[in-house]
């Protein structure tokens, strides 16, 4: 699992750094297929709080591995702005 902070108010993007390496790092592979493709149900966006990801592979024979799931975490990083409006007399 991971935890990065938003990179808006809408959270932080599949693509960001961080998630796109998360996301590549889960392989799986099989006795007779080697090395087999690894599908996900991830957001294009992932917004602010837990996001739960399953990861599936499917073997050239139709054999499927157990899901496997994992979170996500988008935090709210910055810190609130104060301003003072002057007003002129």
Same mark, same amino acid.
Do not use: C, H
């Given at each position: 699992? *991971?935890?990065? /902070?938003?990179?808006?108010?809408? %959270?932080?993007?599949? &693509?960001?750094? /961080? *998630? =796109?390496?998360?996301?590549?790092q889960?392989? /799986?592979? &099989?006795?007779?297929? %080697?090395?087999?493709t690894?599908s996900?149900?991830?957001? =294009? *966006?992932?917004?602010? %709080?837990?996001?739960?990801?399953?990861?599936?592979?499917? &073997?050239?024979? %139709?054999?499927? /591995?157990?899901?496997?799931?994992?979170?996500?975490?988008?935090?709210?990083? &910055?810190?609130?702005? *104060?301003?003072?409006?002057?007003?002129?007399?």
């Amino acid at each position: 699992s *991971i935890t990065v /902070a938003a990179e808006s108010s809408a %959270g932080t993007s599949a &693509d960001s750094t /961080a *998630i =796109a390496s998360f996301l590549s790092q889960v392989t /799986a592979t &099989d006795n007779r297929d %080697g090395r087999v493709t690894v599908s996900n149900d991830a957001p =294009a *966006i992932f917004p602010m %709080g837990v996001t739960t990801v399953t990861f599936n592979a499917v &073997d050239s024979s %139709g054999n499927r /591995a157990q899901p496997l799931s994992r979170t996500v975490t988008v935090y709210d990083a &910055d810190a609130p702005v *104060i301003s003072l409006k002057v007003l002129l007399w």
